[in-house]
């Protein structure tokens, strides 16, 4: 029978071949992470010796792995059931890439469920809205940067580029997500007013340029255009049903869930592209109905004429001011 020890020594080593999937890579990695020797890292893997105390700090931060999972700490005055990772954008590690596929993955799995259902509360383009138009997602890894990039070096909007493997994803995220029977947006009023002046702001200091600001204002119209199809139809291309709502109470940030009967996922937007994400029933189960009771303090707009009608006509006075 293995002592706590061995089970957490088990375990770790478990969870680090899970950030690393592919056979091989592992032992490399912590020979470069670590600086030590390849013997002295296989029999670490191994369990013939310990990782010091320095060496499961070190990799934990690397790897983003919650120790407190691990040994099952439970504390009153904090949930382990929520996680927070910001992706560095320009530079996405293997583990960025790998948290990215498996949330494809459970898209995926959850898109054979009957019971599936996503949910958007958001003051800003949820990713469903910001990835089919390039142009506004560059603008959001600007808004980014410039918030977590070095002051010295910010990159103006004409020097960013979504990546080739960030465009797989993208694409992957759309074709998945309208797998899902049921989605439903509440949209923050504002959501539209808070980016244009995010964009007025960003061209008032020179990242972005008249030519650009156009750009964006004629992606901004495409966008208005899309969701207002999507409203009258009330569903996907595939068939898929989507609903969408306008708050009648002011969002403070976005909120999402992804359920079925046997999966849950919810996520709490933070720092522009960046979630505080819980696997949980429980947590998801909250949101689901908080964000279900504001439903009912919002206006559908979906298969409606006049309030339909009334929101775009107050979006479309906005952008013309762009």
Not at 29 to 37: F, Y
Not at 245 to 253: C, M, Q, R
């Amino acid at each position: 029978m293995k002592n706590v020890e061995e089970e957490f020594h088990v375990q770790f080593v478990a969870t680090i071949r899970e950030k690393l999937p592919e056979r091989g890579r592992v032992a490399n990695a912590l020979i470069d992470l670590l600086c030590v020797e390849k013997e002295g890292v296989y029999r670490r893997l191994r369990g013939e010796v310990p990782f010091t105390f320095s060496e499961i700090m070190k990799i934990s931060n690397y790897y983003n792995i919650s120790l407190d999972n691990l040994i099952g700490i439970v504390s009153p005055y904090r949930s382990k059931s929520l996680h927070l990772h910001i992706q560095n954008y320009f530079d996405m590690s293997e583990v960025d890439y790998k948290m990215s596929r498996d949330y494809i993955t459970a898209i995926q799995q959850a898109s054979g469920s009957p019971y599936a259902e996503f949910g958007f509360a958001t003051n800003i383009l949820p990713l469903h809205a910001s990835v089919l138009h390039p142009p506004l997602f560059r603008f959001y890894m600007l808004k980014w940067m410039y918030q977590f990039g070095d002051s010295k070096s910010v990159l103006p909007y004409s020097a960013i580029h979504i990546s080739p493997e960030l465009r797989e994803f993208h694409d992957q995220y759309i074709a998945s997500s309208r797998l899902i029977k049921y989605t439903y947006i509440i949209w923050d009023e504002f959501f539209l007013l808070h980016l244009i002046s995010d964009i007025q702001y960003f061209h008032s200091i020179r990242l972005l340029t008249e030519a650009e600001v156009a750009l964006l204002k004629s992606e901004i119209e495409h966008l208005l255009q899309n969701i207002e199809k999507l409203s009258i139809r009330c569903s996907f291309p595939n068939g898929n049903k989507i609903d969408m709502f306008i708050s009648n109470i002011h969002l403070e940030t976005s909120y999402s869930y992804l359920s079925t009967d046997k999966m849950y996922i919810s996520m709490i937007d933070a720092f522009t592209l960046g979630a505080v994400t819980s696997l949980e029933s429980s947590v998801c189960d909250q949101m689901k109905t908080w964000m279900h009771s504001l439903k009912r303090t919002a206006t559908l707009i979906s298969g409606t004429e006049k309030p339909r009608i009334d929101f775009f006509e107050r979006q479309w006075k906005w952008v013309e001011k762009l």
